[in-house]
């Protein structure tokens, strides 16, 4: 008992400390963090003086704002300070990323592995198309044409088809779409080259916002799968370019086309081939159709007359044709068709087919220098309905070869823009000063 009494303070009977206590003992802290602030403005290098947070101007303070706000200040900022701003962090990294809607793919393997959709999950614009080529990239030769640009090897052949042997196969190209169509769900336009129908078809069914689509190296069996896009207002087909690549498209595709696509608005057949019944299953259907533009086309004599039956087609555009239509077809097929075309390129004997065209508002010819004077007039004076007319470099297209009956024809326009040359062109900038006359004014004998 004595021991015990004599060690009163042994660990034994020690009772634990209280908060209470502590708090109430241990005061200076608390002073310290009381006034710190003020001090702080003092540059103190005293220790007592310091806060608790000694690197608070190197802070980043956009920490203390919400994502929603932060991207709503990303999204007000210019388009040239996109890229720098998504180098400062990597929030900001991920932020810019939401902000990005359009995108051109250029590895492949960057749509397979999702990495494309976590990096920008809001994507509406997808571009593939230079994604589809196997392409070296350590090579220094960069092949360039007017539908793709890619890297190529020294090895390859001139004579052959070299992009068709560097297309990815339907497979993969199935696969990556299915991929697309799962992580961009609100997809509005697509480019892509080498797909299967089951690849669009899936775009088809998941992306049900798509509005525009560019199909290269497309068939007959591959349009069943774009045909369940309904809502597509924007189609351009690229069956075969010369040089790259072949596929065809033939009045089955077109007529497949036509029934699905009900609501297209621009149209754009390149290297298709088809004939009249092909047009005319688009006109029938495809009644929102405005605009039509036809280049490198293969189809078969006849064609012409199917746009009879597009009713509401206010522009037709004829690119890069060798031929448009030797035999146009009956004149019941060829009396209403309503136009305002733009004819490029081309010489008297094809624009002589244009004249089947009888209600035709506006014409614009730019640099057709096979064109000459005598070959227009023969054509516009049949149209009744011309109110405006462009005549822009066209060399053969002469002021002197003007007949009276053209001349008329010119007052009466709403819109006349004439500059076939740049003689015209400085005669009509000089009118009324005397200049241009072989020096009748600086150049007369005093």
């Not at 030797?326 to 305002?340: K, Q, T, V």
Request: charged share 25%; proline share 4%.
């Amino acid at each position: 008992m004595s021991a015990l009494k004599e060690n009163v303070d042994s660990p034994l009977k020690k009772k634990p400390p209280r908060w209470s206590d502590v708090w109430l003992r241990n005061t200076k802290p608390l002073k310290h963090v009381v006034f710190t602030m003020p001090l702080q403005s003092l540059s103190s290098k005293e220790p007592k003086s310091q806060t608790l947070i000694p690197n608070f101007a190197n802070i980043d303070r956009t920490l203390l704002l919400s994502d929603e706000l932060l991207l709503d200040i990303l999204s007000r900022l210019p388009l040239s300070q996109r890229n720098p701003n998504s180098l400062v962090c990597k929030r900001w990294l991920n932020l810019q990323g939401r902000l990005v809607r359009s995108l051109k793919i250029l590895d492949w393997d960057f749509l397979e592995s999702a990495r494309l959709f976590m990096r920008f999950p809001n994507l509406t614009h997808v571009d593939l198309l230079n994604g589809c080529f196997f392409s070296p990239r350590d090579s220094g030769i960069l092949l360039t044409h007017r539908l793709v640009s890619m890297r190529m090897s020294s090895g390859f052949c001139p004579n052959c088809k070299f992009l068709q042997e560097n297309i990815l196969p339907v497979e993969v190209v199935d696969k990556g779409l299915r991929a697309l169509a799962n992580g961009c769900p609100n997809l509005r336009r697509l480019v892509v080259i080498n797909a299967g129908e089951f690849g669009l078809l899936t775009v088809a069914e998941e992306c049900l916002t798509l509005q525009e689509l560019e199909l290269h190296k497309c068939n007959d069996n591959v349009l069943r799968g774009i045909a369940a896009c309904e809502n597509l207002q924007i189609l351009k087909l690229v069956a075969n370019v010369d040089g790259l690549y072949t596929s065809m498209v033939t009045d089955i595709g077109l007529t497949i086309l036509a029934q699905g696509c009900k609501r297209l608005v621009k149209l754009e057949l390149n290297g298709c081939e088809g004939s009249f019944e092909g047009i005319k299953a688009i006109g029938q259907c495809c009644l929102m159709l405005e605009e039509l533009t036809i280049c490198d086309h293969k189809m078969d004599d006849g064609w012409l007359a199917g746009l009879s039956y597009c009713e509401n087609l206010k522009t037709l555009k004829l690119l890069s044709c060798k031929r448009i239509d030797w035999s146009p077809g009956r004149d019941e097929y060829l009396g209403f068709c309503g136009l305002s075309s733009g004819l490029l390129g081309i010489d008297n004997d094809m624009f002589r087919f244009a004249s089947v065209c009888r209600r035709v508002k506006l014409l614009s010819l730019e640099g057709c220098s096979l064109l000459t004077t005598e070959g227009m007039e023969a054509v516009i004076l049949s149209w009744q309905d011309l109110e405006s007319l462009t005549v822009v470099s066209c060399k053969n297209i002469k002021e002197s070869d003007i007949s009276t009956a053209l001349a008329t024809l010119f007052a009466i326009l709403k819109e006349l823009r004439w500059r076939p040359d740049a003689k015209s062109l400085l005669v009509l900038s000089l009118a009324g000063t005397g200049m241009g006359k072989r020096g009748g004014r600086f150049f007369k004998r005093t």
